[in-house]
């Protein structure tokens, strides 16, 4: 659409209409206009799945590996053909707009949404995100970079002020964003945090750099909830206030303009961003079909078995993997997260997913017929009880399976009645005269004990079994997050009495008041078993298998948006089950079940380690595909794990005095690691295969020119005796340099495979963009001429080939 033909249709619109564009129609679609043809669009969350524009259970998606997961693969291609995929689900859905990716960065381990994010290494998360931004867009749905800027961590998420050097932004925090415009990504989402003094919703950045540097000429939506005040937003570079049909702008910008306060341009700017993208997505003038498509089950599923293994971190192997099934009588299977893995983490990126293959499911397929494979739970992980599921619970009134959910007025009559499958209710419906969301069940306890059950929102809330009091109160929103007030508000719980074969009805209240939200979620878990005990039976069971495998991991409200993790130990529990079971079987496979980094004491006492992150929907089958070896490991670690929190050289998020400063600087992730004396438990760009490799030489030219890119060519030969694949990584030095330079940073990867004792050559383009540096000074990149050397190798702290050159400035 070119410029005359947008002039013709902004003349056809009055002010009031304009800015009527401007702010959603609801939660999640923009506003329709037929004087001009505009139909509105739909937007969803991403980046895992694409939920739609509700949170109900029996509206199922496809559920991706989360993004660490998918960064772990480094494998750009791969990740290109997943973003296909959530266009397609997305077409399905009749969504335009996928609310993904997710280009904050790996800066704290704890950093709630670490699961979301790709890497803490810029070059790294560029990569990955454009290529998923590539994918999505080539099926005409649009993408999101979101959260413009340095949103890495969630507390006080809503009003925290990062101040962040001018060069750091640039270098490491802006540039996975510069790489997703380059890819032509539509949408940018502007965070709810602050960066050095102005929010990011009216930032300088977004008409400045964004727009301005990098020519985006897309639109610049706020975060749910992000633009609190009207004039700040409207004057800056910000298109498109989320949600709707409320918000600061409205009636409130009318009348700034008609005031002479908002320029009328700033306005009419604004709405040719929402035409010229509703343009892209067909939703303006005639309309296009978007046909909606239904992809083939068995290929979703094979792809995502794929991408879950190609993700699945070898981090340690003393020899016991791939396993033979062949030579196997009796697997033991242990840990609670070997029944429920974790397969996403938990906040807006949340989705239902169709089906869920855990780790023991997979590895019973694996093994059916032809080895016994014997569960363990060992002790049960600390944490909150999890959402009752229809399984084990019957509607009382039906009989039948699930559990009922009522909405009642103030009288107590009803007014909603249906039976649902989950009492993990978000969004129960809310007919006039709505007073009281219930949740009642007849439980079928399988164990005799004492129960956890528990009860999440807030307002005047009450949990009763078969006519007593568990619990009651009124629980004040202490919150303005969205994440916590509408997907996972706090929970409160009670133990309870409960004796296998009883049938006790419970029935859940929650009362809705104006602001609250209506989210109500019941949890319950069986007693936990004494933890001495349940080590012990695990180790039994290990000590009499010809192998073991302990899945262990983080639990439900850890690693979720909205808040940040308390700390990354896994907890006595899950520490000692490893150690006991490594320590009665040598062959003992630890998983670790986590979106993010946790630590491993036991790391050097066990047979061999995998990561499967939050693998999506098919992560079991994709790991008993890697522990029997149909399919190599193929991950690489996109962030330094460290072996203990306080060595991390950027653990804090919280806020002092409303401020949280990025003191490392340009020194993020392993380039702190290499800045500090310490050492992690496994750096960057670590992982094994099921071969290994000689690194042989490196060979780059001798001179670059600054802005001229360059090729660094890697021979790697495969000594092992198998076929593999290896991610060949180059980092660049600056010895001597002037200027202050991380120790080294990552430019460019490649991937080669080889048969065994085949050398092979990987090629890897560095691009001119990795020799600059923001000189804070002049306000503009430099290139500081000198020597330049580059490093090859396997990961951040395994670096074995060398080649030095000299770097001249452009004359
Ligand atoms: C999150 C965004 C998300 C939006 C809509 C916000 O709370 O920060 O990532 O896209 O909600 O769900």
Known sequence: MNDDELDLLMDKLTLRAKVGLLTGADTW?????????LRSWVMSDGPAGVRGTSWDERHTAVLLPSATALAATWDEPLVERLGSLLAVEARRKGVHVVLAPNLNLHRSPLGGRHFECFSEDPELTGRIGAALVRGIQAHGVAATAKHFVANDSETDRLTVDVRVGERALREVYLAPFEAAVAAGVRLVMAGYNAVNGTTATASALLDGVLRGEWGFDGVVVSDWGAVRAMRPAAHAGLDLVMPGPEGVWGEALVRAVEAGDVAPEA????????LRQSHWLGELGAPRPRPRVSPRPDRVRAMLRRAAAAGTVLLANKGVLPLNAHGLATVAVIGAHAARTRTQGGGSAGVFPHSEVGVLDGVRARLRGRAKVVHVPGPTPAGPPPALDGTWCTDPGSGASGIRLRVLDAGGNELHSERRSSARQLEPPVPPGAH????SARLHPAETGLWTLG??????????????????????RETDDPALVHVTPPLHTAAVHLAAGSAPVLVARRELAPGAGRAVVVSAAPPAPEVTTAVAAAARAAGRADVAVVVVGTTEYDECEGRDRAGIALGPEQDALVRAVAAANPRTVVVVNSGGPVEMPWRDEVGALLLSWFPGQEGGTALADVLFGRAEPGGRLPTTWPAELRDAPAVDTSPVDGRLTYVEGIHVGHRGWLRSSRTPAYWFGHGLGYTTWAYEEVTAPATVRAGDPFTVRVRVRNTGPRTGREVVQVYLARPGAVVEHPERWFVGHAAVCARPGEAVTARVEVPARLLRHWDEESGEWRVEAGPCRVLAGRSAGDVPLEHDMELYARD
């Open 29 to 37: 679609r923009t506003a329709a206009e037929p004087a001009v043809e």
């Open 267 to 274: 306005v009419d700017e604004k709405v040719r961003h929402l």
């Open 436 to 439: 009281t969301v219930e949740i």
């Open 455 to 476: 009860i999440a929102g807030f307002g005047r809330m009450s949990l009763r079994l078969d006519g007593r009091d568990v619990l009651a109160g009124d629980f004040a």
